[in-house]
Every structure is written in structure tokens, then in C-alpha cells.
């Protein structure tokens, strides 16, 4: 019998054990991370309680391809009504990023996600403040938990490496205000952006109910960036219905219990059910995602303008709004020795600083020979006042540069 039948049969199983292993570690879910934010945490009003929690929380670095999701949850405690809410990051000059946004259900209980990848600049080996507000009035009304999931490697494309606040959380926007309502805010971008994005959050609210409140009645929102119309909408939802299960204290009609269904109210009608703007009890508020690419690519001051049309004046607007993008490396300026992105006087400082060295890497060889000299200097001259760095200015008059050039001689000769 041939014994070598029998040894090549245990290396046949070993090579079928490594496939089988391979492919059950390629379709293994990719591995994941949790970051607690808030546990169990208490938001109320009174009793030493607060309607603000605060959390400062040390991410690591992240991967450019991880995906990134907030994930909360709010449980129903003593609170019977349906509240506003939002979590969002503090930065240090205390401008509000939104995390979460959401209405609570009628003391329900609730989970919610939002995927914020598009704030990995802000998050990314970060020390940061996040902070979540309950517009609630009730002592033991509510308890928290959040934490972002991190799933290493798993977007096609690599996360946004800029990001910056457009436009401020704001909570009570409207108040007393009626007809169109306009506000102006300023963002300032860096150049060499591309992949720009406006992410804009919108709920309507009323403070004393009219059959005329922004809450239950449409009103188009446009956004413009330097006076360019980039998005018109009307925040709206219609799908109450589908969230009795987190609303068990609402309010219910079956007209006046007759069972008579041409009461005013149809029969079966719940609080909660009605159609409202930008959102339902029990639901967070999903964003607008807006390509704003083409009106911001070019580094400058810029103005983003919110219209919200025929707001009432017993209503008012919770939105807020930030901006995110990918920063594209310049294309190399020759002759722009201290890589500020401009060929200045500051350059020629530089090749005055090596002028007759030799060697590799040299900062001012600006063709790369191995020699700093008067041929790097002419580069220098030929570029001058190319770019847009901050020290960028005019470009001189042919004399000024060569009294430079002779100034540079002198100074070497010394």
C-alpha cells in the first residue's frame, strides 16, 4: 500500500481547514467600537436636576475609511409629554455642532442613530465636549445613553478631513418674528477644498398653538451661499402614525366617544399622528445633506443665508448647520521655498539663507541640481507674487529684484 496516499490526506484537510478559516474571516462582521458618552443619565427639571448634561470624552485617532454613528437612546421616566432635544458638540469657542437631534416620544422609549462621519475632523484624536439638552419641565423626566460606533475600514470613500460650524444651533429662531424670516451667517473656508457638504437640521415649534402654527402648517426653508440659491425645501413629516408604540401618553380623540366618526376628530386620532414640520414624537430629525462644492471651493469669506417663508408669529425654528469637506493638497509652486502656499519675500529669505550650498533637499534648489544659486534665484524672480498665501503682495518691478539678487551677493560676501 502506498503510505504517501495516506500522508498527503492530513495535508488535504490542513489546506481546507485554511480556506475555511480565510473565508470565515472574511465575512466576519468588521470589528467595531463603542465610545461611551452618557450612561443612564438623568435629565430633568428642578430638585438640583438639569435640562443640560455635559460629558468630555478623549477619542483616538480613526482610520480615513471608518465609519462613524452616534447612537442614543432616551427612556420615558416621568415626563408625559413630547420635548425637543439635541446633542451636540461644544467646541472651545463654545459654537454648537449637532450630533443628534430628535423629539422625544410621550414618555416613551426610544433608540436613535445618526451617522456622523462627516465630523471625523472634529472627533478624530479629539478631547471633546458633548453636551445634551431636553426642553423638558418635569423633575425625574428623562434618562440617557449615547456613545459612538466606530466600524474600522468599512466606507468606500475616505471621511471628510475639514469641517467647520455654518450655522449656530439655534433653538428658539422665530420667536415673536413673523412674516420671512432671513439670517446671515459667515464661514470662512481654505482653499483646495473639494467634496463640500452643508448638513442642515430643521424643526418647526410653537409656543402658543394657532391653528396657523409653523408646527402644523408648511413653510419653505431656502438656503444661499453669497447670494447663489443652493436649496429649497419644506421640512415636513407625515408618518406620526408609525410611532404609536413610543407615544403612550398621548393624547387621544374618538371624537366624543360616541363612536360617531363626523366628529371633528376622526375616530382613533392621536396626538402624535398628526403631520408636523421636520418631524414626529418619538423620531430624531434627519438632516438635509447639501453638495455645496461649487460655491465653496475657493478660499474666502463667504455668506450662507437662511430664508424661512410666512413664519408665524406664535412659532419659532430649532435648526442648526455645519459644513465639512476634503482638503486637496495644492499643486507644488515652485520657487515657494517655505511651502506657504505663496512665492514672497519670505522665499527669498531662504535662498539669500543657502545661496552657494550644495547638497540634497535643499529648500531653495529650485531645480533640483544640488546647488543653490543665481538660477534658483531667477526661478524665484520669474514666480514672485504667485499663490495666496498671507504673505502674498505684488509682484516687483524687474530693478527691485535684482537689487535683491545684489543684496543677497553682498550679504553672502561679508
Known sequence: MNDSIFSAQPKARWRRTLVLLALAVLSSPVAAQDYSIFSNSRIGFGDGQSREIRSTVTFPEFGANDKLTFNWGLLGDQDPWDRAGSIHLILPDSKQVQLGKFVTGFNGTTTHSQDVSNLAAMLSGKTVTVEAHIDTWVIDAWRLNASLNVQQGVQPKANPDWALPAIPNESGLGWHDSGDLTRNYTVITPNNLKDVKLTYFA??????????????????????????????????????????????????????????????????????????????????????????????????????????????????????????????????????????????????????????????????????????NLIDRGIWATNYGRGSGPFSTAVPEPATITLLALAALGYRRR
Open 203 to 372: 424643526s418647526g415649534h410653537h409656543h402658543t398653538q394657532t391653528s396657523n402654527s409653523d408646527e402644523f402648517n408648511q413653510r419653505r426653508h431656502s438656503l444661499y451661499v453669497d447670494n447663489q440659491l443652493v436649496w429649497t425645501g419644506i421640512p415636513w413629516r407625515t408618518d406620526g402614525r408609525n410611532f404609536r408604540s413610543v407615544n403612550p401618553t398621548s393624547g387621544r380623540w374618538d371624537g366624543n366617544g360616541d363612536g360617531d366618526t363626523n366628529d371633528p376628530y376622526p375616530i382613533d386620532q392621536w396626538s402624535s399622528d398628526f403631520p408636523r414640520s421636520g418631524w414626529v414624537p418619538g423620531d430624531e430629525v434627519h438632516p438635509y445633506v447639501l453638495d455645496v462644492t461649487e460655491y465653496l471651493t475657493a478660499a474666502n469669506r463667504h455668506q450662507v443665508r437662511l430664508v424661512i417663508e410666512d413664519v408665524d408669529i406664535n412659532s419659532y425654528w430649532r435648526v442648526s448647520g455645519y459644513l465639512s469637506g476634503t482638503l486637496v493638497d495644492p499643486p507644488e509652486l515652485t520657487g515657494d521655498f517655505n511651502r506657504d502656499g505663496a512665492v514672497d519675500a519670505a522665499d527669498y529669505t531662504v535662498w539669500r539663507d543657502q545661496y552657494n550650498r550644495t547638497g540634497l533637499a535643499l529648500a531653495a534648489d529650485a531645480n533640483n541640481d544640488g546647488r543653490v
